[in-house]
């Protein structure tokens, strides 16, 4: 086994509002389509540089439309919106699973802050 976890299986499930993630140390993740729209590590969200993540509200009803292998480092997620630019590597996938409780809790916080809505 290698030093970092490694996905054994990634799949979109059948109602297209998750990603399902199989990792080879045993951890099961379904990170929901919302929390990959919203943290997509694409530079439209996350910006180029410290500070300049952008909010994105609106997105609880988007799903995900396609996952495409990267070589052998990531998949590319295609929503239902449009959005295709993010890569998701295999430490961003595992960090998306293990936090994706605190991570929805902030953005619901920061929503709520900026007066958007998930809808």
Do not use: N
Not at 27 to 48: C, K
């Amino acid at each position: 086994m290698s030093a970092e976890p490694w996905p054994e299986e990634i799949r979109v499930a059948k109602d297209r509002r998750s990603l399902a993630v199989a990792w080879d140390d045993g951890r099961r993740d379904a990170i929901p389509a919302e929390l990959l729209r919203i943290e997509s590590p694409s530079a439209e969200v996350q910006g180029h540089h410290e500070g300049q993540k952008t909010l994105v509200a609106g997105k609880r009803a988007v799903t995900i439309a396609a996952a495409e292998p990267v070589g052998a480092y990531a998949v590319r997620l295609v929503f239902s919106d449009g959005h295709s630019t993010g890569l998701y590597t295999w430490p961003i996938l595992r960090r998306l699973g293990a936090e994706q409780d605190a991570m929805m809790a902030a953005y619901l916080a920061k929503l709520a802050a900026a007066g958007q809505s998930r809808e």
